[in-house]
Structure formats: C-alpha cells, structure tokens
C-alpha cells in the first residue's frame, strides 16, 4: 500500500534502466490509465446523473419555481405541481420506519456482540443478512395482500380505542378502506431497513475496546451498565451514522412503497393510517401516464431524491470516517 | 454475566437486586429484537414459497406472458430470460470496471486526496436511491437513443452495482499484504503485472463473493427497469432491440393488478425470483468460506 504514494497516473513507474527499450512499459501505462479511467467513473456518473436528470426537470422548475417545493398543489389535469405532500408523505414513512426499526437495530446488534454465545453470532448475522437479500418488490407484495389484510382490523381497534384522545386519537386515526396507509408503508419499510441499520451498528458495537468493556465488568457494572458505560458511548457517532443510512434507504425506497401507501396525492395529515403518496411512489404510480411538465415535474422529484439521499449519504459517511480516526482506523 | 461470577462480595452493596433486574430486563429486551426481526423474515419467506409452490410449473416457468392479466393462462418465460440477460449484462458490465476502479483507489490512488474523495464519493453513490438510477438511465439513454431495450435496464443495474463493486476490490485488496508486492516488484515485474498476477488473484475470492452479493441484490430491483426496459408478451433474447422484461417488473405488474390469476403470477414468479436471489447469495457464503479456509 505504501509502495507508490505518488497522486494520479501522470507518469508509469518506469526504472531507469528501461530507458532505450522498455519492455511492457505500453502495457504497465494503459493499464495505471484505465484503472484510472474506471475511478473516474463514479465521479461522472454523479455528475451525469445530476446534469441529465436536472435537465429533463428544468421544464417544471421553471415554471413552479420555489411553489414546487412549499406548495400543496399537486393537480396534473390543471398543470400545478407543488410536490409539497410528497416531500411530507417520504418524511413520515421515514420517521415511522426509524422509530420502529433503530431499537430493534440495536437490540440485534447488542444481541449479535454482547449477549449471543460465540458459536450463535455467525447464524445470527446470516438470517438478518437473509433479510437484505427479500427484494422490496416481494416485500411489497407480501405487504400488501398478507400484512395490509392482517393489520386493517388492528388499524380500526386502534382508532376506535383512543378517538377523542387529544393526539393520539389525531395519529391514530384516518382508517382507510384498504389498510394501505402511511403507517403500513412504515412498518413495511422499518422490516426493510432493519438489516443495514443492523449491520452498521454491529461493526460499531464490535471495536469497543475489549479493556473497557472487562473494565467495567471488573468494577462490578451488570452487563446492561457496561453497555451503556462502555459500548454506547464508544458508538455514538458509528450509532447516528448507522441511523442516517437507514434514513437514506428508507427516503429512496420505492417499489414496496408504491405497492402499500394508497397512492392519494396532496394528502398531509397527522393521521398515520391516511393514505398518502411519497416522492419515489408517485414517481413510479404516474410516471407512465405522464407527458411534458408533468414528466418533467415527476423527474424533478427524482432530482429531490438525489439531492436528500446525496447530503444524508455525505454526512453520514462523513461520520464513519470521522469515528474511524478517532480509532485510528484511519484507512 | 451470570451470579456466580466472583463479584460476590457486591452483592451486598444496596440496589444490587435492581441492577440485575434492570440487566435482566435489558437482555430479554435485547434478545427479544432480534426474535421480532426473524418473525417478519419466516412470514415472508414461508408465504412466499407456500403461494409460490401452487403456482410453479413447467408451463408456468416457460410460458409466455398473458396477453390479458384476468386471464388464468400465461407463464413467465421472458421475464426469467430477462432477468437473466438483463442482469447479466449488468455484472458484465459492473464488475470488471469495478475492479478497477477498485485497484485504483488502492494500489494507485492510495495516499491521495482524490483517491479518498473518489472511495468516499463510491461509499455516499451505494445511498443513490434506485429509481434515481432508473431516471437517470431514462433520460441519459431512453430519451436519446429514443429506444427502451434490456441493455437500458442492464445500465441501470451496473450503475447500482459499481460502487458495491469498488467498495468490495478496494477492502480485499487491502488484505493482500504487502509483502506480496514487494516480491514481486523486487523480482522485476511491473506494477500492472504485479497486480494482475499477484494481488489480485489474492483477493479473488473476497470479491466474487462481495459481486455475486451486489448481483443477488440488482436482481431483485424493480425500480430501475421500469421506464426504460420496456415490455414483451414473449420471450426476447435481444439486449438491444425491441423491449424486455424482468422478474420483478411481472412481479410488481401483478401485484397492482385487482385480478386473481395476476395476483397468483406475482406469488408464483416472487418464488422464482427469491430463488434465483437465494443462490447467488448461498454461492457467494461458499466462496468467502473457502477464501476464509484458505486463508487459514
């Protein structure tokens, strides 16, 4: 790793001898320049897909301007496109997916470093890695004819049992025909993030110094004192990382949502079994019947999307990086 | 930790009743996670193949796509051969330009600002969402070439698994000691033909399994061939002319369809696709264990 410090490939690590005829010289160059070459491509693709999507959207840009982002007016028919539930509708998902898949998170990664006997920890990961690999299109199907049918009478208990409670009777309120709803949308995706947000945490959890943690045992803490004294405080930052990246994949997830949250545009209300609409969902729901602003408003959504999902990605990648040196896992 | 750990003579000190309650608790509460996680993933699965397994046959699996979706005939041949091609053709794509990227940022890069800026840059890229993706692909390609096609699809999913790719070279190659390449650069090779001949071959292993992984996952994604694969009724081996279609595509077609035989399709190919997921994943568990007893 340390052999060749020198930055990018303006010249072939050529010894001197090979000066008159340099055997493989051709070869050694083009190679350092196409592995150059394909590094290079993340940044073009970024860039690419910001430019090109960007375009497409410029359209509805201009003609919504600051509206497309603060209004409450999504009516293709009339040509108004203020995306505003939209935005709303992604952020509740989110929140109800964090709130419900964060504790679990931890749970199994405490489970996998503190808790499971050493010959369990390795089963244990696989079944949660089995997990990541349920593609969302059968989470959303399984959502939407087994999950949706199953909770709907539980939705209606719920609504029943706190209306007139000041604000939970407003949460839990807004029962809808079919149980696809924001709450459903939520639970679903918290199923979904449950394994990254698992597997970053799990990784945090695992540098706590062992010395600590024997520490603190050692000093008579039960094993829930030395979590919270040694482990919790150790991971932090690795913890609000791992949170951030599920919030990512929670932002963009589409198919799955698409499948369970009823689809009803212009929707923002506290009432969490309302149906509703998010950016990726209504992409996807109306981008086929969608022609000129209207496509071009849809794409914009996209343009949303990767612009939240680039700054959540950036701050919390810049985390990891950040913990790490403090280790000094500095890579 | 249990009572009889030494620690005894603590267990006067006031409070100690409740502190191991407390601890109980907390454990319970730990343990309980991880069982409501498993819940979720046994329902899934054990629906999916119970539904699936009615479904599934030889006409199922090579038929044609119904022209009608209440109609109770029609398989899912094209979608099979789609998926296949499709994804192919991504990995194909993907995974040599990943690699290299990957020896990049490590055997090149290693050290520079732009290396760590692009190695962050590919870490922050595997958060793109993929119907972000899929848009790009749509109006870079679909909207130029004026032509939906598999091969649309297939760069779609090769710009979801680069970074994946990267990611993966770039910590295998990172557990290749250096010593290796010394020897080899002491004994007059190139630094390509180190890398070719001694590096990588090293890290094989690490990164078939993390690409067969990125593989399993693109697979399984919908969103990215939605606009830009277009669509056939019968099976098209073609990645560049006329339309395709994938397993989840049938899948999620099916799904948000109201009629009954539709609805059976989409459990029946959801089985297919899990499968196909499944064995990419348990191929790519059998090389990292190898590489693991390999590497002692």
Redesign the interface.
Known sequence: ?????Q???TR??APRLADERPP??V??T???W??????????V??G??LY??T??AWPAFQAEGIDFLIKNDWNPAAGSYGALSFVFGTLLISVIALLIAV??????A??VT??APSWLRRP?I??????A??????????G???FAPWVLPRYEDLANAFSGVPVLGTLFNGTPVSARSFMTAGIILA?MV?PIV?SITREVFATTPAAQKEGA?AL?A????M?RGAVFPHARSGITSAVL?GL??A?????AVV?LIGSLPNKITAELFSPGDSM?SV??SQ?GEASGTHRSAL?GL?VL??II??I???I??GLI?RSDRKLGLA? | MTAATGVSHLGASPGRGLRKAKSSIATVTIVGAFVVALIPLALIIGYVIFRGASVINADFLTGEIAYSPRSPSGGIGPAIVGTLLITGAATALAVPLGVLGGIWIHEYGAGSRLAAFVRFLADVMTGVPSIVMGLFIYTFIVLNTKQTNGFAGALALACLMLPVVIRTTEEMLRLVPDEQREASMALGSRKARTIMRVVLPAATPGIVSGALLAVARAAGETAPLLFVIGFTFTTNSSLFTGGNTALPVQIYGNAASAFEAAQDRAWGAALTLIVLVFLFTIAARIVSALFVRKQG
């Open positions: 790793m340390a052999l060749d410090l930055p990018p490939p072939p690590s493989g010289i070869v050694d083009a190679f350092r196409l592995a150059f070459a394909a590094g290079m491509l993340v940044l693709i970024l690419l897909i090109s999507t375009e497409q504790p679990i998170s931890l749970g199994i405490l489970f503190e808790v244990v696989t079944v949660i890695d089995l997990l690999t349920i593609p969302s299109v059968v989470f959303g199907l399984w939407a004819y087994v199923i449950i698992t045992m008579g039960t094993r829930w004192e979590i990246i990512g994949r932002i963009g997830e589409t198919i499948l990726a992409i996807v981008f794409i996209g999307l990767f999902t680039l959540v990605g950036v919390a990648r990086a890579r």
